[in-house]
């Protein structure tokens, strides 16, 4: 799946030497669900892809999308849980 042609971006990726598009990272549930908007938004908005393509493409973004949303709904969970430890840890008795 490639969502663009990188011969007819005229955007182009903006790269200020940290690597990635933008320098941005991608690291987390949230970083994907971040990136796959931007390309979400992308497919929906370009008009030289054919609608049954640009439809199948969102289809497979919004598929991906949607289990990054349950992922950092999940690390936000464990995050919360581990805090509660460490606290708990951190205030036992001797």
């Known amino acids: ?3 663009r042609n990188p011969g007819n971006d005229t955007r182009g990726p903006a790269r200020n030497g940290q690597g990635g598009p933008r ?3 991608v690291l987390t549930a ?3 669900r971040r990136v796959l908007t931007e390309e979400i938004e992308y ?3 370009n008009p030289d892809l054919d609608p049954l393509r640009r439809g199948g493409l969102i289809a497979q973004l919004a598929s991906v ?3 990054a949303i ?3 709904t999940l690390e936000a969970r464990v995050e919360a849980v581990d805090a509660v430890l460490r ?3 951190h205030h036992q008795p001797s």
């Open 1 to 3: 799946m490639t969502p």
């Open 23 to 25: 320098g941005d990272a």
């Open 30 to 32: 949230a970083d994907v």
């Open 43 to 45: 497919v929906r908005t």
């Open 65 to 67: 999308a949607l289990r």
């Open 70 to 72: 349950e992922l950092s």
């Open 87 to 89: 606290l708990r840890k």
